[in-house]
């Protein structure tokens, strides 16, 4: 079962690109989608987080693959940042590099409405927590509340947003 769940994050990554959204022309078809991105791209997708990442922001988040209405991201993480809910999407976290906890379920502290699909809080009540190192994966229901509650140095993640209904 490790092996299947590991064999689907490396078929994800299979589909990086060179980390710039897809953009589409009004009067022509969209371009064919590149399906294929070698280990350097995500390498300089991580350097590029890196270096835009300031002292006071905890993470940063850089598009991988975005073919609307489905998206990768590379998630950039030196420090704990806002609990969250995404009420219409579940998501599937690669850990990249480093390690960090993560929690599930529970109940969001502060809890606000961001958007009309998403809910923030400063944190989780409750919920599971797991150590999450190289290679592991996270799969996040929607509607289920989940928040990275310690971060060891840095924690790199694809974050893949799996739609209702796609």
Same mark, same amino acid.
Request: glycine share 16%; no cysteine; aromatic share 4%.
């Given at each position: 079962m490790r092996y299947t769940v590991r064999a689907?994050? !490396?078929? /994800?990554?299979?589909?990086l690109t060179s980390g710039e959204p897809l953009a589409f022309a009004q009067s022509a078809a969209?371009?064919?989608?590149?399906? !294929?991105? /070698?280990?350097?791209d995500v390498t300089a997708l991580i350097a590029k987080a890196k270096s835009q990442i300031k002292p006071d922001q905890p993470m940063v988040?850089?598009?991988i693959v975005q073919m609307a209405p489905h998206r990768v991201n590379l998630e950039y993480r030196v420090a704990v940042g806002p609990a969250s809910i995404h009420e219409t999407e579940a998501e599937l976290f690669y850990v990249l590099e480093g390690s960090g906890t993560v929690v599930t379920g529970g109940t969001l502290k502060d809890e606000r409405r961001t958007n009309p699909q998403?809910?923030?809080?400063?944190?989780?009540?409750g919920g599971d927590s797991r150590k999450v190192t190289k290679?592991?994966?996270i799969l996040v229901p929607e509607k289920t509340p989940h928040w990275y509650s310690a971060i060891d140095g840095t924690l790199?993640?694809?974050?893949?947003?799996?739609l209702r209904g796609h």
């Open positions: 689907l994050a !490396f078929t /994800a990554l299979a589909a969209p371009p064919a989608p590149n399906l !294929f991105g /070698a280990g350097g988040v850089l598009p998403n809910l923030t809080g400063s944190g989780i009540q290679g592991d994966i790199v993640l694809m974050s893949i947003h799996l």
